[in-house]
DNA sequence: CATCGATGTTGAG
DNA sequence: TCAACCTCGATGG
């Protein structure tokens, strides 16, 4: 469910919180346990994200690489210091973070201790993790019938001396050498966060104008550009009044780079508020209205059979590669 | 209480 | 193309 932008918010909770400390690493799940064995005590030297893959490194030349996939979290407990880029949500935008309107991705920077705060799939939090309960040792009793792994807990818990973070749910949680990042990393389109905007700008127009295929499916490809999901595409169409079914290299050059650009504001504007905000040129009222409701906040997404905000049309909605396309065809064409 | 569906990816066929 | 993965909020009885 999390796109880039919720991504890119935990790496930075990550790098405030972990980066340069000893972490210790347990799988209370038991499902990670292997993986948490090969990273616990060590120190966290960097935290990073591309697209919706988030890397940890540790010492001695060795990675986790999470993924969240569909519904994946990570849950922070403790101190925690919310990094200076990602905490407007409680300052700058102001009614953005209306008390109550939106735990989606709220960050809890008013308490030193015991704050907690949830990013990822949308999810209330779920009541303070207790900072003494350790991962309970095991005695070593060979003829022990071990329980089969438990679903519905964590799957990877991470804890410093004061910030504890537990991971539910996720797609890939791996330990993984430089060499397997770094492959991981070739297969990943541009991300507007990282490396170089001109360049980045380029690899984009080049991978969509080179393909046959509907751009509604080029902006989901990972391979192409990074981080964008089902929702962030569907408005990112609209919002380029493009029709979802135009090959690649029929969308004129203009028009990709303007994709691009769009996604660039977009994904900083969703990083600093922890909010897909599609939506501008809203009056206060209609404004107050979208950030109150998940329903009032986008063009298309989720509105099949509603009017278009814009020109009435009935929005529709098919599938595409087995994800829900909704789509203006009044205002996308 | 049971069932469904979701902001995603992988791998089998 | 589709099932599997795996979690939990929303929905319906």
Redesign the pocket.
Known sequence: ???GH?VHRIARQFDRNFTGRSVAVSSP?G?FADGAALLDGRRMSRAMAV??QMFLEFDGDRWLRV?L???GAWDFAGEILVDPTIASANGRMGQTNQRGTDL?EAIHDDAGENSLASIG????T?GHVRMSEQTKGVDDGAELEWPPPV???V?ARLMTEVTCADL??P?ACVVETPEQIDAVLDRLGPDPLVGDPRENEERFVAAVRRRGVAIGQLL?D?AVVSGI???YRAEMLFRAALDPHTPGRRVPEDVVRGLWHDWTELLRIGVETGQ?MTMDGLTGEEWRRAMASRDDRHWVYHRAGLPCRRCGTEIALEEM????LYWCPGCQK
Do not use: C
Request: no cysteine.
């Open positions: 469910m999390p796109e919720s799940q499902r697209g919706k993924h996939g569909l519904y989606e799939a949308p999810r209330k779920r679903v519905g807990q799957r539910r749910g797609t989901m990972q999901g089902n929702v897909m590669q087995a994800r829900k």
